[in-house]
């Protein structure tokens, strides 16, 4: 069984104070609070919040830039301190904040995705298999065992949306919806992420797209400005975000997934 327990947590981040502290105030479109202290600025990015998921939640987060999606994903994958309040996480945690992060130009692409297997412990039984997967998903041919730095950027988006093929947990947390350019990779990696999402436990999946969140999730949580304003069935939720954004002025559109 997974599950995770958030119960009234603050996560402030600290800055050291730099320039004209007066515009510092000055509320914008974006983002959390930011106070101003004795020796620190402080942006307080998640203030007093409480949720439970449980074993087979879908879940989805929405809110304007800056109020608190990642800074609430990352304390669910267990990733980040926080000031106050209890986090409880029970099941492997497989966060996907950057699936492209970490890789190395100098080696080639199966070199890569072996080490990917190796910091995402795949058994050394299935390694092998798995890499050849990842280089048949990719279609990269004879390009997979050249060093990254020969690839064009539409190769190596290639090679790191096939690196999805190696993802496993059972509470998965994914922070940006990957989507394919190229129309040939829509299939498959729409099918890969299908299939994680499936698998996976729990669901947690922050988006500005939302066609992403109705397809994959059926609660969601609206966070303003640190804080939890709605949290129930992804219908009503939005559409209670959207009225907010429509009086603000906000548009959705456009904004990446
Ligand atoms: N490492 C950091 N140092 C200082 N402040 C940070 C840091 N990371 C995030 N913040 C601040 O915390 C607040 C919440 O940021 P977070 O990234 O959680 O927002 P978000 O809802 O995911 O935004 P977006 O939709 O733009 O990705 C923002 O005001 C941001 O400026």
Not at 80 to 109: D, M, T, Y
């Amino acid at each position: 069984m997974a599950k995770i327990e958030i119960k009234n947590v603050s996560v402030n981040y600290f800055l050291r104070k730099r320039g004209d502290l007066n515009k510092l105030t000055e509320r914008g479109a974006v983002g959390a609070e930011i106070l101003i202290g004795n020796r620190f600025l402080e942006v307080a990015a998640l203030k007093d919040v409480s949720v439970a998921i449980r074993d087979g939640d879908r879940v989805g987060l929405v809110g304007i830039n800056g109020s608190g999606k990642s800074t609430l994903l990352k304390l669910c994958a267990g990733a980040l301190g926080h000031q106050s309040g209890r986090v409880i996480i029970e099941g492997k945690v497989s966060p996907q904040f950057k699936l492209g992060a970490g890789l190395q130009n100098k080696l080639s692409g199966r070199q890569n995705a072996e080490l990917k297997c190796l910091y995402m412990g795949v058994p050394q039984g299935s390694l092998k298999r798995l890499v050849d997967d990842v280089k048949e998903i990719s279609g990269l041919g004879g390009y997979f065992e050249l060093p990254l730095h020969s690839y064009s950027a539409g190769m190596r988006s290639r090679l790191v949306m096939s690196l999805l093929r190696l993802v496993r947990g059972e509470i998965l947390i994914m922070d940006e919806w990957i989507n394919a350019v190229d129309p040939s990779l829509h299939a498959t990696v729409g099918g890969l992420q299908a299939q994680l999402i499936e698998r996976a436990k729990i669901l947690l999946l922050a988006s500005h797209s939302r066609r992403v969140l109705e397809e994959w999730v059926d609660r969601l949580i609206w966070l303003d400005n640190g804080r939890i304003r709605a949290d129930g069935p992804i219908r009503e939720v939005y559409a209670e975000y959207q009225a907010w954004l429509d009086v603000r002025g906000h548009s959705t559109e456009g904004s990446p997934d």
